[in-house]
């Protein structure tokens, strides 16, 4: 994080519900442009002021820029200044390019119809067509689609054949895999959403208790919005990348809009929050993010909610991997993947097992791709969590 960046609060210290998430979060300047995107008219005037006079539009990082329609939503133009109409070009733009992106569903359920399999729309693009209500804040980069495990291998035979790109070979113990239409629309379909990376078990009881759901004409079902929160929390806290910044976007509208997307009373809606959170012991983690949601951002979270989450149990490898991120440390941990897998499908894990499929992908993909990827990977984090 650059210098101004330490000195831009103007005198304000970060919050110790922040600084408990540590690297894991939003830094100092994604903050104060999230409090813009946020918080009522007069802080998150103040919020963007104090941004604006270290930085500009242009050189906004790619993170930060994912949140520029928010602000714009946010805030009147007078408070905007001159930057008004270059937010709501940027928000028209993001509102375009999610239409354009969303037009991809008709084409996979014409993938998916013949084989009798309903998807199940999830992550970013189930929020921004349930509790999103402004249009054009909610910035994605796919659609993100469950179809299980069981016909998996089933669905990814029928996309090929359907003329579907797969740019990376398949990593056997990954939760999804992208793939692009040949129009250049990219989609994610997934086996599962955590499992086997945040969670030790597939999320089959929130895939039984999903819901129907409609987009541009489509038949499709969602994840309920409280297991929505949890999941955009676990991939926002526990992965480098566009979603370490939106997932308090995410909390804020799924707290003020999901218990009446789906149909239920507030305090209805924050016990599925820890119904959810806790299924997948991942509680404390929860606890921890809507905390820093609840004195920065100002979302209304029962204290009682907070203090069940904290109190809860939380799986031994996931509280390892988050102690690394608030450290500014993501790993893949593949081989606990592999592990979690095994124990799933009630095999033994050997060594031969894990480094066998590893090598066939690499060998697939090419091995010098593959050490290129990393490269880049790691440079990304490097980049992203970057603090002085």
């Known amino acids: 994080m650059c210098h101004a ?6 005198g304000r210290d970060a919050s110790d519900a922040l600084r408990r998430i540590g690297r894991a979060g939003p830094d100092a300047s994604e903050m104060e442009l999230l409090r813009a995107a ?32 928010a602000v714009s939503a946010n805030l009147p133009g007078d408070v905007l200044g001159a930057e008004a109409d270059r937010l709501r070009g940027i928000r028209r733009r993001e509102w375009a390019d999610v239409q354009f992106r969303l037009e991809v569903l008709e084409e996979a359920i014409g993938v998916l119809d013949p084989l009798g399999i309903q998807p199940l729309l999830c992550k970013g693009a189930a929020l921004s ?39 990376d070979a398949d990593n056997p113990f990954d939760h999804a895999v992208g793939l692009f239409d040949p129009l250049y629309r990219a989609i994610a379909v997934h086996r599962w959403v955590l499992f086997p990376r945040f969670s030790a078990a597939p999320e089959s ?18 994840f309920r919005c409280a297991d929505e929160m949890v999941i955009a929390i676990m991939h926002g806290l526990l992965m ?25 009373d507030p305090d209805a809606f924050w016990h599925e929050v820890v119904e959810s959170a806790s299924a997948i012991c991942a509680g404390p983690i929860v606890a921890d993010a809507l905390e820093m949601c609840r004195v920065e951002l100002d979302v209304s979270v029962p204290s009682a909610a907070v203090e069940q989450l904290a109190g809860s149990s939380v799986d031994r490898d996931l ?13 893949e941990w593949r081989i606990r993947r592999y592990r979690k897998l095994k124990r799933h499908r009630g095999e033994r894990a050997t060594v031969a097992g894990y ?3 590893r090598y066939a992908a690499m060998r697939a993909k090419g091995l010098g791709s593959a050490v290129s990827d990393r490269a880049d990977r790691v440079r990304t984090i490097v980049s992203d969590h970057r603090r002085d």
Do not use: K
Request: aromatic share 8%; glycine share 6%.
């Open 240 to 264: 480098s990348g566009a979603s370490s910044v939106l997932w308090p976007l995410d909390v804020v509208q799924a707290a003020r809009r999901g218990h009446e997307v789906d149909g239920i």
């Open 319 to 331: 509280a390892q991997h988050w102690a690394l991120c608030r450290r500014g440390v993501t790993i």
């Open 38 to 69: 946020t918080l009522d008219v007069d802080r998150a005037a103040a919020a963007w002021r104090r941004w604006i006079a270290t930085h500009t539009v242009d050189d906004a990082s790619h993170r930060a820029a994912d949140v520029l329609p």
């Open 355 to 357: 480094f066998g499929p």
């Open 129 to 167: 067509t349930t509790v999103y209500v402004e249009p054009g804040i909610r910035p994605m980069s796919n659609v993100d689609v469950v179809v299980g495990a069981e016909r998996f291998d089933e669905v990814m035979q029928a996309f090929a054949a359907a003329g579907w790109h797969r740019p």
């Open 205 to 222: 009881a929130w895939m039984q208790r999903s819901v129907p759901h409609m987009v541009r004409g489509c038949d499709l079902c969602r």
């Open 5 to 10: 960046d330490h000195n831009m609060l103007s």
